[in-house]
């Protein structure tokens, strides 16, 4: 999704990224977006307890950027009554009068949910899993259609959504979505899942939302546990972090053209056997940016290695989630990284972090 670029200061060669602001009082929150045209910052709270994600507890909250990366508070609340939600993203054409260009699209829902007596449920089955789309600007719901086990709309007879944990839309509509297959067995009817990639193409997302199962879709199954997927205008691919959970977890980032998403061997390995990843982005200059659960900022050196980002003073993110990335004049950027235990530890400091990274880094 290609976005304003906003003007910034001079930036010396050099240079190390810093820490311009922290936005408090978020409630975990998982993934940030900006808007299209770069004013607003939308942020996911994925509201859990001890041992899974609260019922309806989720929302979304909103911020204005104004001149010179003036974030203000537009609405904590803007969207509420979320169960499990993940990742945003925005659509970048008309879907043929349901929802015009901008509109936001929200995945949501897990099977991994916390009852009243702090325990897994037994049965999701009633429990909303799916997409939705909203208004950016009031927050007002467009329409939503669930594709979990129950739900009567199917993927072309593949894999139900279970716990889906990650989206993008590409140039042309296309929606992609990522599921973990984690949980399959907290239906009523037990399904066989397994992690995967769906990609819906915009007249697919029609027949979704007018109650038709879609007929463009196309699916890759992949060995491992998806934990970010972004389209790239710049390379017009799909990148993937995927995160290997047998033994000591280790992750890796692949991508693949949008033309080739249906050729399982055209995936390209971009790095592979790094610690656990959390996130990805393309910088505006082509590199490939990561963030790792360990809470650093990397990019890949070769197939196999990774050179860290230093911040001054050092740092490094506390459990950080899928970042938001704002293109700026000269060739630096700012990311708003969230943060889902902050400072404080577990439960508490709970923010996004906005840092700017030089052209040069």
């Known amino acids: 999704m290609l976005l304003a670029a906003l003007s910034s200061p001079f930036v010396a060669n050099g240079a190390r990224p810093v820490v311009l602001e922290d936005l408090p009082g978020f409630d975990r929150p998982v993934s940030a977006a900006f808007s299209p045209d770069g004013k607003s910052l939308f942020v996911v709270n994925r509201s859990r307890g001890e041992v899974g994600a609260r019922r309806g507890a ?20 803007f969207v509420i009554g979320l169960t499990a939600p993940s990742d945003i993203d925005f659509l970048p054409v008309d879907l043929d009068g349901i929802a015009p260009a901008g509109s936001l699209i929200l995945v949501s829902g897990t099977p991994l949910i916390e009852t009243e007596d702090g325990r897994i ?62 949980g399959g067995n907290l239906f009523k009817k037990s399904v066989q899942a397994q992690p995967v990639i769906y990609r819906i193409r915009a007249s697919g997302l029609v027949d979704m939302f007018s109650g038709k199962s879609p007929m463009d879709v196309e699916v890759m199954k992949i060995s491992s546990i998806p934990g970010d997927i972004s389209y790239q205008s710049q390379d017009d691919s799909v990148f993937f972090v995927a995160n290997h959970i047998q033994g000591a977890t280790k992750g890796a980032v692949f991508k693949v053209a949008r033309s080739d998403f249906h050729d399982v061997m055209k995936i390209q390995t971009v790095v592979r056997e790094l610690t656990a990843l959390s996130s990805m982005r393309l910088t505006p200059s082509g590199k490939v940016l990561l963030a790792t659960n360990k809470g650093e900022l990397v990019v890949p050196r070769g197939k196999k290695a990774s050179r860290l980002i230093r911040f001054k003073p050092e740092m490094t993110f506390s459990t950080p989630g899928k970042f938001a990335m704002l293109p700026e004049a000269g060739g630096s950027f700012v990311i708003a990284v969230p943060e889902e235990t902050g400072s404080a530890g577990a439960g508490k400091g709970q923010r996004v972090r906005i840092v700017r990274v030089p052209p040069n880094f």
Do not use: C
Not at 173 to 179: E, K, M, Q, R, T
């Open 58 to 77: 989720g929302s979304l909250t909103k911020y204005s950027v104004g001149e010179g990366l003036d974030f203000k508070l537009a609405s904590k609340r």
């Open 121 to 182: 449920t037994k049965d999701a089955s009633n429990d909303f899993i799916g997409i939705s789309l909203y208004d950016p600007e009031s927050g007002k719901l467009i329409t939503r259609v669930d594709l979990g086990p129950a739900s009567e709309i199917k993927l072309k007879g593949e894999h139900p959504l279970v716990s889906p944990n990650s989206l993008t839309v590409d140039k042309s509509g296309s929606f992609y979505i990522a599921d973990t297959g984690i």
